[in-house]
Every structure is written in C-alpha cells, then in structure tokens.
C-alpha cells in the first residue's frame, strides 16, 4: 500500500525503472514507447542521454549547490550566455527559477514591479486566454484557464480578465480566412484594455502553441503579430510562455520566432534540462531589467534553488545538444513524417474532428459527430479509456478531457522526444490508431 499522495490517486501507475532513448521499462519488464517526452514535453532528449548524465555528474562533484545571491557559478554564467544568443530580439537577460509555473509567476512579478519602479503604479491588471495553462500555483491557475484545476481556488485566486483563445477549428466563421479570423481574435485584446482601462493594465500572457488545457493548438498566421501591435500601442508587456512549447518543439528553437513576434518576457521549464533536473526560466528585456536595477536594485522575487549548479549543467549539456548542428533540421523534419503519418492515419476517421499542430507537437480531437463537431458525452471517459488502451499496447501518450473557451472536448497530444526517429513516429502512431 503506498503512502504517496499522487495526484491522480485512481490512476493505475506502474513502477518505472529504466529509461533508454525512446523507451521506458516498468518493474515487471515492460516496454513502453515514449510518446509523450517523458509527460508534457519535458523529456526532449529522451532517456539516459549520456552527455547530460556526465555533466551531472561532473557538476555534483566540483560543487552540487551554492546560493546564487552570494555566489555565481561557471553553469549557471555559460548558460544564460548560450540562452541569451539566440534569443528572440530585445531578450538580453535571463532569470533562473526551479519550474515552469515559478518562471510565469516571476515574469508577472517582473512585470508588475517594473510598472512601480517607473512610476506607474496603476498599471496591475493582467489578461489571459480562455484557454491555457500557465501553473499550478495560484498566480498559474488564475492566469490560465483549465477549469477544472481552478474552480477551487478562484476564491482566493488574484483576479485576471480572460479573452477567447486562438482557436481556429472552433472558433473560425464560415467564410472567414485565417488572417481574418486570427485578426478578429486578437482585437478581443484591444477591446478587453478599453474596457479595463489602458492605464491599469499590466500584462497580457499566452502560450505561443497552447499545450497541456487545449491540445496542441497553434495560432493562425498573423495573430500574434496583431497582439504584439496592439501590446506597444497600449504599453501593455507581453509575456509568452513557452514552457511546453518552447525549445525546439514546434522545430524552431522558440515558437514565436515562425509568428515574427519577440515577447517582453519568455518562459521555459520542461525542455530547458530535458527532466534531467528540475529548473526553468524566465527571459527579460533590457528596458526592464535597467528599470529594475536601476531603481530599487533587486528583483523583489526568486527562489532558494534559482540557478542551481547542478540544474544549469545539466541543462548546459542540454541546451548544446538542442544547437548542434542538424538537430533542428531533424526536428522539422520528423514533425513533417507525424503530420503526415496523423493525417494518413485519422484524416478520414469518423470521430477525428481536426488535427493540428506544429513541429513535434500535434493534437488530434475526437468529436462523436464530424459535422456538427460534438464531442463524445464527458460521462463516457473516452479520453481516459484512450490513456489506458495506449499504455496497455506500451505507448505512453496523453489524452486528456477538457474545456476549451466553454467547449468540452476530447483531445490526445502526441509529442515524442525530438530524438524519434522516423520508425519509431510509425510505431507510435500505429499504437494510437489501435488505442483509438
Ligand atoms: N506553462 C505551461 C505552458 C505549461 O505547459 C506548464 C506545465 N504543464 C507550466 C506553465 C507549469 O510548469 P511546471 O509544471 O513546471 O510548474
């Protein structure tokens, strides 16, 4: 009888104990394809990568830990130089945190104390999308919008007004192009600061793909870029969080580099170290980092672990990996085959309503009825008779139920390590096709 408190205590878990490239191996020997990176993206690389395992290695040896308030260490300077280089324009420093939901929280944080060290205090409200995740704490939860893990803490949440998500398959009007709808989907955002009031409001945050609440779910083209104008013109900051799909996943290193847009802020936890240790970041521009410095001086957040030694060399190692060359060329290239094997696979299947997606992270979206596009009743439990069916044939992938801006839906994420190869795209989707 264990006496963890697991978070879904109904859940059958088996007990892992091996990884390896692709699989994973429970106690009883069993293999399971890899077709969700280790849960939620986070192990990019796959399993037992050498090169992270021996500069874990290394580090714990030299020096495990250090605060970084009294000392600055050689992983913790290297990666923030490798993470600063290539990053989207204006992104010149970085901020160290143990989890994606600490990296958004620091960004609203950020955020909210640069507006009082330059004198606009008022500025505090924040805005976000019916649709993403952006935490677990409550600053996450409030901002995000998986309705079910919020309901109960919205009492004691911060308050934050939400708009429609970017959701083409739902939300696209008849005789309605992509551009235009994405246009009409983001002026929500101008009308939203009209009627909150340009000078109170602070922030708006979105994922650039949205991961866990909606299934993969990109934007149209030019949505973002309508986000962007309509933030500079109301200096509204805009915080991207790419803590799911960030990284190499969409086959860029970050999404929002294929919209054309570059954040005041971006956040990224999961693909940073792969799940070889747990950390997250936070980017920042220069013009708020210089408000904060040279104001006050300090940033009035962060955290006991921020910048862990350890943490930064294996997401150093990571990070390497990630920029070697042709690495990305493989990523775009083995998302082209799952697009593809999706589409040969599901396109004519009579409760796969649509399949999206970018690079490494597709979705597809059952609906008992394709016409229509209504979802199978939540009391069935098809998402969950789908996790089981998949991990009983030794695919690991994520079906989830969930509500999208007021749309109870059916979705199934697939977004293997960026180390798959194209065989194994075929396994994993042909396990799908025989869970479905
Ligand atoms: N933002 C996004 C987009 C996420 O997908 C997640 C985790 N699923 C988080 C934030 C929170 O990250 P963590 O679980 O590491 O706190």
Same mark, same amino acid.
């Given at each position: 009888m264990s006496s963890v408190f697991h978070r879904i205590p109904k859940r059958h878990l088996p007990v892992a104990v091996k990884g390896d490239g692709m699989y994973i191996f429970d106690r009883d020997g069993k293999r399971y394809i890899d077709g969700y990176a280790g849960g939620a993206c986070v192990s990019c690389l796959g399993h037992s990568q050498q090169e992270v395992i021996d500069a874990i290695r290394h580090q714990v040896g030299e020096? #495990?830990?250090?605060h970084a308030g009294m000392f600055t260490s050689e992983p913790l300077e290297e990666l923030a130089s490798i993470l600063t =280089?290539? #990053?989207? /324009?204006?992104?010149t420093r970085v901020f160290f945190t143990n989890s994606g939901s600490e990296a958004v929280e620091t960004a609203i944080m950020m955020a909210r104390q640069y507006f009082v060290e330059v004198g606009d205090p008022r500025r505090k409200k924040v805005i976000g999308r019916r649709s993403s995740y952006h935490g677990a704490g409550l600053t996450g939860l409030s901002v995000g919008y998986q309705v079910a893990r919020r309901t109960p803490f919205e009492d004691i949440s911060p308050s934050v007004f939400h708009i429609s998500p970017c959701? /083409? +398959?739902?939300g696209r009007l008849e005789g309605e192009t992509p551009e235009q709808y994405g246009l009409r989907t983001a002026n929500e955002l101008e009308q939203a600061i009209l009627g909150l009031g340009p000078e109170s409001v602070m922030a708006f945050v979105a994922e650039t793909v949205t991961g866990? =609440? %909606?299934? *993969?779910t990109p934007p149209v083209p030019g949505y973002f870029k309508r986000i962007r104008d309509i933030c500079d013109k109301y200096g509204v900051l805009l915080i991207l969080d790419e !803590?799911?799909? &960030?990284?190499?996943?969409?086959? =860029?290193?970050? *999404?929002?580099e294929q919209d054309g847009v570059a954040p005041d802020f971006l956040t990224f936890a999961k693909g940073i170290a792969a799940g070889y240790q747990p950390i997250g970041a936070t980017m920042v521009n220069q013009k708020i980092y210089d408000a904060i410095v040279g104001g006050s001086? =300090?940033?009035?957040g962060g955290y006991t +672990? %921020? &910048?862990h030694a350890t943490a930064c060399a294996a997401a150093v190692a990571v990070q390497k990996i990630l920029r070697a060359p042709g690495f990305l060329d493989h990523v775009k290239a083995t998302g082209n085959v799952l697009a593809a094997q999706l589409k040969d696979r599901? #396109?004519?299947?009579?409760? !796969?309503g649509d399949i999206r997606g970018r690079g490494m992270l597709m979705t597809l979206e059952l609906v /008992?009825?394709? /016409?229509?596009k209504a979802p199978f009743p *939540? *009391?069935?439990g098809l998402s969950s008779k789908i996790y089981q069916s998949a991990q009983a044939k030794g695919l690991i992938t994520h079906a989830q139920s969930g509500t999208v801006d007021g749309h109870v839906g059916d979705h199934v994420v697939i977004c293997p390590p960026?180390? #798959?190869a194209q065989e194994n795209i075929e396994t994993i989707t042909s396990l799908l096709s025989e869970a479905i």
């Open positions: 020096m #495990a830990f250090f =280089t290539d #990053a989207p /324009e204006g992104l959701y /083409e +398959y739902r866990t =609440t %909606s299934g *993969a !803590v799911f799909c &960030g990284l190499g996943r969409t086959g =860029t290193l970050h *999404a929002c001086g =300090t940033f009035k +672990y %921020s &910048g599901f #396109a004519q299947h009579p409760h !796969v /008992e009825n394709r /016409e229509t *939540a *009391a069935l960026l180390i #798959a």
